[in-house]
């Protein structure tokens, strides 16, 4: 009777501690769980393009596409191509692109072709008089939806290198995407809708789909995150993982700068007994100068037992995460707080056994292309086996000139080189001999400041007052801006729209408004004190 009991107490803990997952999940996430989805697994632009473009032609309704980069390249011009013939055949096709993604790798000619299509084109975020700094913030995203019944969700942009130049014998760049179909569509289309908006006027309501208008197709959950930038929800759902696996944490990244936070998380994790493992670029990342500031990095995880490996074949640009074979992610997003905070991404966390199986085999194999990377004897960090150099020719054609990839990465270095030096200063972070070359090179830099404000002041002086100059002008028309939209309460209604759209339902819990209070008994009716 006993053992009975003690069962039945197991099985209901059980049942708790699962409702309380998802809850957590999910407000941690700031997105719910969408059941009844399938997904199918996109490795590299060899199963991705053809996937894309196969949806993009089959398109009977409408086209949703947004990415960081589309390059004006070969590959680019298939897209166009594409998007373009759609158009003519009377389709919604709409495509959102960044404008510093596009900066140096697409022609102003090439958007203009595919406004002259039919194509809707709009450029995110271009730069601001009134928002100086409003360009740190990048549509990093890269989705496509098709007809309300299949999107698409990856690291992957638009240009030649994602396939590679076989007739020089360079390979692909190595990126992951998914497809999915079900429900979990809607919330794809609807992140597009926002980021959309953001860019001019929205998409009518009545062409955006909810949930229970699209049949289901499996028996995959998942939820999408990444409605709204800068909500750190991710960050929240990554830090929230990493505390609650409890065998295996895998993650692939193409520009990790990790918080303190976050490098603590992952420490105290493999310092409990979890497999933690880190694949990163490694000589052939397409920023050079970003390798030692991301090896400054590995020292603390690597004392604590992560293991970090660094990729040997072309730029590695995935951006990928399974743990305790039971939940992955696959998107947009970098480990770092440019991602993390800045923006715009998109990202699928998939809760499905059969799915994160896929993901291990796939992260397995790719470790069979990587160097391990671990702590000599004197404590300095150094690769198992050091893989031959690229060519200075093939370096050149994948990139290293630094004008593609993340958005983030510049500010990811920016912020390790930060942390090293403020490290040093204030004598709070055990420093190794991987931190010398930043410590050397924030300190010259410092002695030059110094140096040049003694003999030329004039020339820290004068940028400093037209930059001071332009942000304060900014400001004062940011606050007439507030002022004049606060006056017919268009301020609040889009605080008040963004609060509802983070509302999260979670199954088997009852919500409460937060707003209203409960119902009283009438006077006559309460008990006595």
Avoid at 137 to 162: E, I, P, T
Wanted: hydrophobic letters at 45%; proline letters at 5%; glycine letters at 8%.
């Amino acid at each position: 009777m006993a053992n009975v009991k003690l069962k039945e107490h197991l099985r209901e803990a059980s049942q708790s501690t699962r409702i309380l997952a998802a809850q957590a999940f999910s407000r941690a996430a700031g997105a719910p769980l969408v059941h009844g989805n399938s997904i199918r697994l996109l490795k590299d632009a060899s199963e991705n393009y053809p996937a894309w473009l196969e949806a993009i032609r089959s398109a009977e309704k409408n086209v949703h596409f947004e990415n960081y980069i589309i390059r004006d390249d070969n590959i680019g011009q298939q897209f166009a191509d594409a998007l373009i013939a759609k158009a003519k055949e009377g389709r919604r096709v709409r495509v959102l692109y960044d404008w510093m993604g596009a900066l140096t790798e697409t022609s102003g000619s090439f958007w203009r072709r595919l406004s002259d299509g039919g194509v809707e084109v709009r450029c995110f975020n271009p730069p601001r008089f009134n928002s100086p700094l409003g360009w740190v913030s990048r549509l990093h995203r890269k989705s496509l939806s098709v007809d309300n019944r299949v999107a698409f969700v990856s690291g992957l942009c638009v240009g030649q290198m994602w396939e590679g130049y076989p007739e020089r014998d360079i390979p692909p760049w190595r990126d992951t995407g998914i497809a999915v179909r079900g429900p979990v569509v809607a919330d794809v289309v609807q992140s597009f809708s926002r980021a959309w908006a953001e860019a001019g006027p929205e998409i009518p309501a009545d062409e955006l789909p909810d949930q229970k208008s699209i049949p289901m197709e499996g028996t995959v959950d998942m939820r999408v995150l990444g409605h709204v930038a800068a909500t750190a929800g991710l960050y929240r759902l990554e830090q929230l993982i990493t505390v609650l696996a409890q065998k295996t944490l895998w993650l692939t990244d193409a520009y990790f700068v990790g918080t303190t936070s976050y490098v603590q998380a992952l420490r105290g994790a493999a310092m409990d007994g979890v497999d933690v493992r880190l694949l990163v670029p490694g000589s052939s990342g397409d920023l050079k100068f970003l390798r030692p500031i991301s090896r400054a990095g590995y020292r603390p995880l690597l004392e604590a037992g992560v293991r970090v490996f660094e990729w040997n074949g072309s730029m590695l640009h995935a951006k990928t995460a399974v743990a305790d074979g039971r939940w992955a992610r696959v998107g947009s997003s970098n480990l770092n707080l440019a991602s993390w905070l800045g923006n715009w991404e998109l990202d699928v966390a998939v809760e499905n056994l059969g799915f994160a199986h896929e993901m291990e085999q796939m992260y397995l194999q790719d470790l069979d292309n990587a160097t391990e990377i671990v702590l000599s004897e004197k404590d300095r960090v150094r690769p198992v086996a050091e893989p031959e150099p690229l060519p200075r020719f093939q370096r050149m054609v994948t990139g290293s000139s630094g004008k593609s990839g993340s958005a983030g990465r510049l500010t990811a270095g920016a912020i390790r080189v930060s942390n090293t030096v403020g490290a040093a200063i204030t004598n709070r972070l055990v420093l190794g001999a991987a931190e010398a070359k930043i410590m050397l090179s924030g300190g010259a830099a410092l002695l030059l400041l110094a140096v040049l404000a003694l003999v030329e002041p004039l020339l820290l002086v004068i940028p400093f007052a037209l930059i001071a100059g332009w942000f304060g002008i900014s400001l004062l028309i940011q606050a007439y801006q507030l002022h004049k939209s606060g006056k017919n309460g268009s301020a609040s209604d889009v605080l008040s729209n963004r609060m509802k759209d983070n509302v999260v339902e979670i199954p088997g819990l009852r919500r409460e408004s937060a707003v209203e209070p409960p119902p009283q008994k009438p006077r006559d009716a309460q008990e006595e004190p």
